[in-house]
C-alpha cells in the first residue's frame, strides 16, 4: 500500500507565529495538503469533513490535533492508500522516511 505522509512544505516555518503572518504560513500548508489529495482525485471537504474542519481551525486560530491517517482512493488507480496528516509538524522533518534505501541505512 502506498504511503503519503503530508507535512508543511518547505518554507512554512512561520506556523507557530501568532497574527497574519502564523495564519498565512498555515494556510499555505493546508493548501499543499489539499493539493496533493486532490492530485490523486480525494476532496478532503466531502470524503473526510471531520478532518477538513479540524485543518479550518488550524489554519485560523492555530488549534493543533493530532496526526491523522485516512485511507482514501487514489481515483487514477483505484487502490486504496496511506495518507498522514502532520499539518502542525516542522517542516520536511520527515525526508528521511522517504528515503528508499531507508532500511539499509537503518541496519
Known sequence: M??????PPPGTADIDKEGEEG??????????IQR??????VFLR?????IYEQLCDFVES???FTPTTIYPIDKRTGKQFMCMIMAASEPRTLDWVASPNLLDDIM
Open 2 to 7: 502506498e504511503t503519503l505522509i503530508l507535512t
Open 23 to 32: 495564519r498565512k504560513a498555515r494556510e499555505v500548508c493546508f493548501i499543499n
Open 46 to 50: 466531502h470524503e473526510f469533513p471531520k
Open 36 to 41: 496533493e489529495l486532490r492530485i490523486r482525485g
Open 62 to 64: 492555530n488549534k493543533r
